[in-house]
């Protein structure tokens, strides 16, 4: 058993302490919660770039998403963390409600909606909801 320093494992400290961003729930903060995900997912990218071209851009589509979610169905403040895994990016969203998200039908006359839960579970590797004493979180386990 050592007990001499670790070896680095070639990880920025932005990679293993991840990002946590609060927000007080305004409609413009989707898109702050999108360009906090993306500034760091550039700083990650800086020494661990993704394996696919498309996994930034789900990334950043599964926030949004999110973050639309929350300011709609949950209004109040809402914080977004994210890390990264062994192999992929951990995106978590709370916010203040105790309802757990629900998959709604699509409507393709302009009804609108319906899309959201069952996107989010296309392009993630898992999806989990944890009902919290002060809201909820959603976790979202994406590839990198």
């Known amino acids: 058993m050592g007990t001499g320093p670790r070896q680095d494992d070639g990880r920025s400290a932005q990679e293993t302490d991840g990002c946590t961003v609060p927000f007080p729930g305004r409609l413009?903060?989707?898109?702050?919660?999108?360009?906090?995900?993306?500034?760091?997912?550039?700083?990650?990218?800086?020494?661990?770039?993704?394996?696919?071209?498309?996994?930034?851009?789900?990334?950043?589509?599964?926030?949004?998403?999110?973050?639309?979610?929350?300011?709609?169905?949950?209004?109040?403040?809402?914080?977004?963390?994210?890390?990264?895994t062994y192999d992929g990016v951990h995106v978590t969203m709370h916010d203040s409600s105790r309802v757990r998200p629900e998959p709604r039908p699509f409507h393709p006359d302009g009804g609108g909606g319906g899309v959201g839960w069952h996107l989010l579970h296309t392009l993630c590797d898992q999806v989990s909801v944890v009902v919290t004493a002060d809201g909820k979180d959603v976790h979202a386990f994406l590839p990198w």
Do not use: K
């Open 28 to 84: 413009s903060d989707v898109t702050g919660a999108r360009l906090a995900a993306d500034g760091y997912l550039a700083g990650i990218a800086r020494t661990s770039p993704p394996t696919h071209p498309d996994c930034w851009n789900d990334i950043l589509l599964v926030v949004t998403e999110l973050a639309a979610n929350v300011v709609q169905y949950a209004p109040g403040p809402f914080e977004l963390r994210m890390r990264r």
